[in-house]
């Protein structure tokens, strides 16, 4: 049982650069999230996406996009890395929307030199 | 305010040994309430729901106190193996819309 599958597990860009990460679920839940843990801020929410369908901004959008492709696959895509993106990704699912307990994939370590 | 609150540690105990910590939210709205466990470089795992009641997973019990706005977690006859993070995880309600929040994590590691 795969759960959450993240890809890449790791990754070093160029400012300017873009890139998308990839996350997938199997365990057919409607909500998807993805985060970015920095040394000091604990779990900051990015974009999530409640249901097939939908997507929504949450604490910290700027600089991202993201894809609900379909109700297993939500993507996240920086379009222009800077410096500042440089941190740990994670993606989440939960059955149904932020009251039930998400479970995260092993994240994306990426670096913006 | 910090919407959640966390006592970042580290604690250092030895093994054997019991060990609470708390963590304070700041809306009284919240609805659901979480501890997970991250381990270092890793994913954060759930570690139990906490329940109005409190509840008990083997050596880990968790309370919650809704007047004083605070969860906890008491761990039991500690292991090696419990040294990691833990998360306080609350849920809000606002607006209509829900809204998970992370605290930053209580460093735990227990000595031999």
């Known amino acids: 049982n795969a759960g959450v599958t993240q890809t890449p597990k790791f990754q070093v860009l160029k400012t300017g650069q873009s890139m998308t990460l990839q996350c997938a679920q199997d365990?057919?839940?409607?909500?998807m999230y993805w985060y970015r843990q920095d040394p000091g801020m604990g779990l900051r929410l990015i974009y999530y996406?409640?249901?097939?369908?939908?997507?929504d901004k949450g604490e910290v959008p700027n600089g991202y996009n993201v894809s609900r492709l379909n109700k297993r696959e939500f993507s996240l895509r920086l379009e222009s890395a800077a410096p500042s993106q440089t941190s740990v990704y994670f993606c989440?699912?939960?059955?149904?929307?932020?009251?039930?307990?998400?479970?995260f994939g092993d994240g994306t370590r990426l670096s913006i030199l | 305010r910090k919407e959640v609150e966390q006592d970042p540690g580290p604690f250092n105990v030895p093994e054997g040994a019991t060990v609470a910590f708390n963590c304070t939210y700041s809306n009284s709205a919240s609805q659901s309430f979480f501890w997970y466990r991250q381990d270092c470089r890793k994913e954060p795992k759930l570690l139990m729901s906490v329940y109005s009641s409190g509840n008990e997973d083997g050596r880990f019990t968790a309370q919650l106190n809704r007047a004083s706005q605070y969860i906890s977690l008491l761990i039991r006859d500690s292991k090696l193996s419990d040294s990691a993070t833990y998360l306080c995880v609350v849920n809000y309600i606002i607006q209509g819309a829900q809204k998970l929040v992370f605290g930053q994590g209580t460093r735990l590691t227990i000595n031999p």
């Open positions: 365990m057919n839940h409607n909500s």
């Open positions: 996406s409640a249901s097939e369908g939908t997507t």
């Open positions: 989440a699912s939960s059955y149904r929307g932020q009251s039930q307990p998400q479970h």
